[in-house]
Structures are given as C-alpha cells and as structure tokens.
C-alpha cells in the first residue's frame, strides 16, 4: 500500500487491484475513518478531507480481504446488442450460450466512473475477456450492457464508447432523486436476467 498526498487534505492510497479497492474502501467506512469522501477505483482508493494521519488510521487494514456482500440487484436485459454474435463466436457458443454465460455470474461494482452511474463490474472470469472495439462509436444507447476486457458495464445515459455490447436495460442506473443516485453503487452484487 502506498500513499500519496493529492491536496491540503486528500489522500490517493494505491493497492494491487480493484478488488483491494473495494475492500479498503469498505474497511474503511464501516472502521470510522473519518473522511468526507471515500472512493475506490481500478487500483486505489480516495480519501478526501481526512487529517494528515490517514497513514497511521490505516495501519489496522487487515489487508485485501474480501470486502462483505452488498445488496443484490438483477438487471432484466434484452439481449440484441450489436456485438453479441461475435462474443458467442469468441466464447465458442451461440448466442444463447452467450447470454446463459453472462446470466450465470454474479458480479460486483468494484468502482463507478467515466460518467454518473456507469459501474465497472467485476466478476468475469479471465477466459471470457473480450478486446474493445478498435475504433469506439460515437454513440452508444443508454442501458446499453457491453463487455470490455474483463470488465461489463451498462452505459446510464447515451455517450461515446468502445465496447462490446450485448444487450439493453431499461432500468435507471442514475437518479438524482434517490438516496444513493447511482443503482450500482460500488460492492452491489449484480445478476443480469433475460427481460
């Protein structure tokens, strides 16, 4: 674990994986380190408006255990997306083989980013990572469910983007109106479903 100072009172604490992300931030919150934010990513975790000590309040990190359970969310999807056909071939199935394949893994939000909502989902296991697109499209439709290396997501609103899309869901990943606006808000267990 490494930490480096990024502000008068942030701190960026780097560790192996997202999975030790999780699991630190998650320590962390339910330990009582104070901090008025606390964000995990692909590798590290941000702890903003904490005292200078944050080195010493996490001395007692047991380490990259697995962090407990969140709530359990499954997404209905309707399974027409544009790269499914070559995914199955990738995979060595069908479509349908495809869609049992994905319907079958419980995944996790390891981190939310690169736009309000979009859950970077871990859970895949290594033989069904997929490259991203050569060249990402301009627009990809909101709720669109796609695969990139080992991560899935569901887009929550319309953008740009470069991966592989499977499916769409119609459910609201983002809203400002809820008391935890993103749906899949990290360590959310995540099950997709044939809608």
């Not at 008068?8 to 780097?14: I, P, S, T």
Request: hydrophobic fraction near 45%.
């Amino acid at each position: 674990m490494r930490i480096r100072e990024v502000g008068e009172h942030a701190f960026l604490v780097e560790v192996d994986d997202a999975g030790s992300a999780l699991a630190l931030a998650a320590w962390a919150r339910t330990t009582g380190v104070e901090a008025t934010d606390v964000v995990p990513g692909a590798g590290t975790v941000l702890f903003d408006g904490v005292a200078a000590d944050l080195a010493e309040r996490l001395a007692g990190w047991p380490g990259p255990s697995e962090a407990a359970p969140g709530g359990l969310v499954e997404l209905p999807v309707t399974w027409d997306g544009e790269d499914l056909d070559w995914v199955a071939r990738r995979w060595g199935t069908d479509p349908d083989g495809a869609v049992d394949r994905l319907c079958g893994i419980e995944l996790v939000s390891a981190f939310c980013g690169f736009a309000p909502g979009f859950a970077y989902l871990t859970g895949l296991p290594a033989e069904l990572a997929v490259p991203r697109l050569e060249t990402p499209r301009a627009q990809v439709p909101a709720g669109s469910v796609a695969l990139a290396d080992a991560w899935c997501g569901v887009y929550p609103s319309a953008s740009p983007g470069g991966w592989r899309l499977l499916g769409r869901t119609d459910a609201p990943l983002w809203d400002v109106d809820r008391e935890e606006p993103a749906l899949l808000a990290p360590g959310t267990r995540v099950r997709f479903a044939r809608g």
